[in-house]
């Protein structure tokens, strides 16, 4: 297992921003979970995949692990589902092309999401309709004081919205070392959502000529309906429309969570302004709110102070458009959530893990 001591944080985020890890530990082989628990001597890690979903504000003190567990198992290969095993180390985006080159289904609407599978659990990743709680069987882990190995059913893993088990202070002690899948071999598009389904429009209507060739589809579903590959495409390129890339801007995806209030707080809000979102959630006393559209409607879009911002594209977006350390994003990311809720009433809770 490779130790470096002092170890640059900046490459290892997406926000980019600077700071240093005393020590770090890449675990790349299931072998060498013994010496890491050996290691870590009980102390706390901090775990970390792509680095696409944290905000470091400060150096880090406590041990840093990197997750770079490799590895695509199938494990049941029958009938209409299969089974496949994902090491946490594993690209997300690069596995979802990869069981769509199979034929396998069910991941194509969180195609383009950065990060590594182990990060898929831990916030119960979701895009356009879809959360990976729906497709995850289990989740193995290792209990990183103990050196426990569990398998966790996805009652164990405690899955909301943006959350689980692993976000809680127990289950951070766990180092989730790979993810099983549990896909459809029959094509079972999702396109509930508007924008996909816009998007499908727009390239249909491009690509009119061609129909009558897709129409012979190897899938063998309805004619007329999106194959996975055709919602893949169409995610992945609202996806390039509408966010940052991390790699010309540092970003962290959406730095809010959509509020959930009840319908009694949501009621000034939608009285006082009657076109801001509200969803439907399945606990009908609630409802969701639009996190992007509080913020752009109290005037951030756009924002920028030295080189923290708010993206121009996505008000949900906070930028680095260089050298914005973690403090300033930080602060930044505190002047927005002050001011909507100064304006609506409204709290926002951020999404990425801010390590301050
Ligand atoms: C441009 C952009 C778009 C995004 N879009 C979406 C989106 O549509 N939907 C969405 O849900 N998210 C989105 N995200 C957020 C992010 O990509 C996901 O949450 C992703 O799953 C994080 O994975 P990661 O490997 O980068 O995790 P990291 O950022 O490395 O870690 C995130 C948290 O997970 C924990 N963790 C990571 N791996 C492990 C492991 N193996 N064991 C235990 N704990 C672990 C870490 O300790 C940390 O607390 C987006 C981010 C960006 C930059």
Redesign the pocket.
Known sequence: MQVRQNLPLRSL??FGVAGTSARTLTLERLEQLDALIEALAGSLP?????????LFARDLHEPLVL?R?KGRRLLDDGGATILLEVG??EG?DDTVSYTLSQGWFGLEN?S?????????P??????YGVE?AELIETVQ?VHTGTGERRTFSTADCDFGY?SSF??TADG?R????SVRLRLSREPHPRIAYGEIQQELAARAALAAPEVSDESADPTGQPAGSPSPQQVAAAVRSI?RRK????ASLG????FFKNPIVSRDDAEPLRVAYPKAPVYPVPDAAHVKLSAAWLIESAGWKGFRDGDAGVSAQHAL?LVNHGNATGPQLLALARRIQQSVHDRFGIALEP???IVA
Request: aromatic share 10%; hydrophobic share 50%; no cysteine.
């Open positions: 985020t997406t901090f775990i970390l995949g792509g680095g696409s979903n944290v997750v567990l946490a180390g997300w969180l383009l999401i950065p990060g590594l599978a182990g990060g898929a831990w916030q119960n990743i979701g895009a990976a882990a943006r692993f976000k951070r766990w180092l989730i070392t996806r966010l940052p890339d991390p970003n962290a995806g959406s977006v999404e990425p893990v």
